[in-house]
């Protein structure tokens, strides 16, 4: 509008727009004008009164596809942009926002066609190479995603968001620490940018940088106190620090802001659980559960979190296990002449294993040394490996493969149908509702034979042939339920031997007159019976000591406070238990077995590295024989190297046991000074006869298998 118009619009009080009349240059002016301003309503209102006049005005089509993108209407935006692009195919701007409208509506790749032709016009678009980055992200083309980012910094060094995406695709490529300096450089272009404070947290994590981390996540929660995301990653990293009360709040605000965020409720339950509330960690699934039936991760930690308790009946506890299948399984497993494999009895296996645990792990130390020892006339070992930060273990567990892929940006059904197109004959899915690991691979029915191992109870997956375990953990006639065909091997624990151990030490008593138990287990396996168990051994020895350790987790006040709490109702003094509160490195932790007598079993969740390493360091272990896999444990271990009654089979016995090994102190020094080579002779150490009897039990379900029509 010029000084004339204007002025002539303040004498009749006309409004701009009906001043303008048919002044289409006004007129696009003013929509402009309240485009740029966000003012969408009357930028629209505008552009359609210039089109009705003009309909083949390039710009007012052009903006206002742009008006619809931005109001979320993206099918009208295509198709406005597309008309301004036909009367002007040379439009940059134009195909660029295109792009943009057809990546809202979820078409990735004709976006970046819509980009290329924008560059194509104009090579200098920064814009198109930035959204050309992000289309090309989605596609997971992360390459080509990474080089769009690179030219747009070419372009404009200072861009801080191409700095910012740059540092997102770095991070899913695995360069962590190059995301970090891209967030670094995004941050100082733009200090404000919280989701950069955010995403740097997360880089810094996945490089075991807590302590930086942890100053991200907090600088990223100062600017934005209710960033739900970052509450989550701070609790993830103070749990990972063995600082669980405070990841539990941390994960409880997280729930309070994100009351529909099952990734809140399932960590908070496993925080829960970690400080020994059982009760309140399966509340927290359940509600992760009922928010989405299907979520894995709920799934398998509520499985994990039931194995810590014994108030439920087999029944229940199978009905539980089955419910995993019935909320996920995608769709009805193949039938058996889907399989290409060669139907020899014969012929050499190809052997899968996947695990998120190839690496130091106590699953990664129970299995290479039985991966190793595999005869490579009979098996192949073939690795599909879910892994985060691979190690020096990784690399000896690779040097045994005949093929190696790593799994974790791929889809569970896109892992079975590659484990399918490999031949293999056999699956091993490793310890499944722990950690990372991907039992819902087995739902898709990837091989023909399929096998649980170093998992501690049923999968409940149908598709699931076999699960192992030994003569002792699941008898004959058990009580606890599988979907599984129980493999009973004559023994199933195998660990390396430990050769760098300090010397084993003459027990305590020896010197202090007074017996020393100890258990350096897992606080959440500490169950009210087994502290209630451990307080009658107290009471029947007067002067006996109790130590606790596990890594730095008594330092947290509710932990201390439970079990303290716990042992006091019983009658026992709290000066009598000492709770290590520290970290240490391997020796210094095998070292503190030279200051124990007796090494006491958790139940119902028995101990497992724990008991074969205070055997290893000459302690002899108590332990009271369950119901159930994973509270027979140790009795499997125990009963290899001849020490079967030392297996309780009554809380009476138990305690008994207990008074019976510390009234002959030099009994007990003779059975310490004997025990590393006992075990190291036994089956537990014996790798090479553990593969001999895997290789029969593969041998003997692929047979099955292929006499199957």
Known sequence: MNRKQRRAQAKTGASPVSALGDDLNGLFQLALGHHQAGRLAEAEALYHRILAKEPRHVDALHLLGLVAHQCGNNESA?????????????????????????????????????????????????EAHLNKGLALHELGRLDQALASFDAALQLCPDQAEA???????????????????AYDIALMRHPGRVEAQFNRGVSLQALGEDDLALAAFDAALAAKPDYLDAHINRGAVLKAKGRQDQAAEAFATACRLGP?????????????????????????????????????????????????????????????????????????????????????????????????DFLEHPVGRN??????????????????????????????????????????????????????????????????????????IAMFRPAPVQISFHDAATSGLAAMDAIIADRVMVPRRPTELFTER??????????????????????????????????????????????????????????????????????NPSVAQRVLGIMAAQGIDPTRISLGDGEEDANS?????????????????????????????????????????????????????GLGALVAHSVDEYVELCRALCAEPDNLARLRSE?????????????????????????????RWCKKT
């Not at 942009?81 to 195919?89: C, Q, V, Y």
């Not at 991966?371 to 020096?392: C, I, M, S, T, W």
């Open 486 to 555: 129980p493999i009973r091997l004559p023994s199933f624990y195998l660990h390396a031997p430990l050769d760098n151990a300090p010397p084993v030490a003459p027990p305590p008593l020896l010197t202090k007159g007074v017996p020393t138990f100890g258990s350096f287990n897992n606080p959440a396996k500490l169950s009210e019976a087994t502290l209630a168990t451990w307080a009658l051994v107290l009471k029947r020895i007067p002067g006996a000591r109790l130590v606790l350790k596990y890594k730095n987790w008594f330092a």
């Open 260 to 356: 529909d965020r099952v990734e809140g409720f399932t960590n908070l339950g496993m925080a829960l659980n970690d400080l020994g509330r059982r009760g309140e960690a399966m509340d927290s699934f359940g509600r992760a559960l009922a928010i989405k039936p299907d979520y894995d991760a709920a799934h398998r930690a509520l499985l994990a979190t039931l194995l810590y308790g014994s108030d439920l009946s087999p029944q229940d506890r199978f009905a539980i296990h089955r419910a995993f299948e019935t909320a996920c399984y995608p769709v009805p497993p193949p039938s058996p002449g889907v399989f290409a494999n060669p139907r020899d009895p014969e012929r050499r296996l190809r052997i899968g294993l996947v695990s998120s």
């Open 78 to 126: 295509v198709q406005l942009i597309t008309r301004a692009i036909g009367l002007n195919p040379g439009f940059a701007e134009a195909h660029n926002n295109l792009g943009n409208a057809l990546r809202a509506l979820g078409r990735p790749e004709e976006a970046v066609a819509a980009y290329d032709a924008a560059l194509y016009r104009n090579p200098r678009l920064v």
């Open 367 to 440: 299995m290479l040394p039985l991966l190793e020892a595999h005869d490579q006339n009979r098996v192949g070992l073939h690795f599909y490996a879910h892994l985060d930060k691979p190690d020096a273990m990784t690399e000896r567990f690779r040097a045994v493969s005949e093929g190696w892929r790593s799994i974790r940006a791929m889809g569970d059904e896109e892992v079975a149908c590659q484990i399918r197109d490999d031949g293999i004959d056999v699956l091993i899915h490793l310890a499944g509702r722990f950690d990372l690991n991907r039992p819902r």
């Open 675 to 703: 025990l590393r080579q006992r075990v190291a002779a036994s089956p537990l150490c014996n790798a090479r006869l553990k593969a001999r009897h895997l290789e029969r039990t593969y041998r003997a379900l692929w047979r």
């Open 163 to 181: 700095h910012y995406n740059r540092g997102v695709i770095l991070h899913d490529l695995g360069l962590y620490q190059d995301a970090v300096g």
């Open 589 to 641: 932790h095998l070292a503190r077995y030279g200051g124990i007598d007796v090494a006491l079993d958790p139940f119902p969740f028995n101990g497992s590295t724990t008991t074969f390493e205070a055997l290893w360091m000459g302690v002899p272990v108590v332990t009271l024989l369950g119901e159930t896999m994973v509270g027979r444990w140790a009795a499997g271990i125990l009963n290899p190297i």
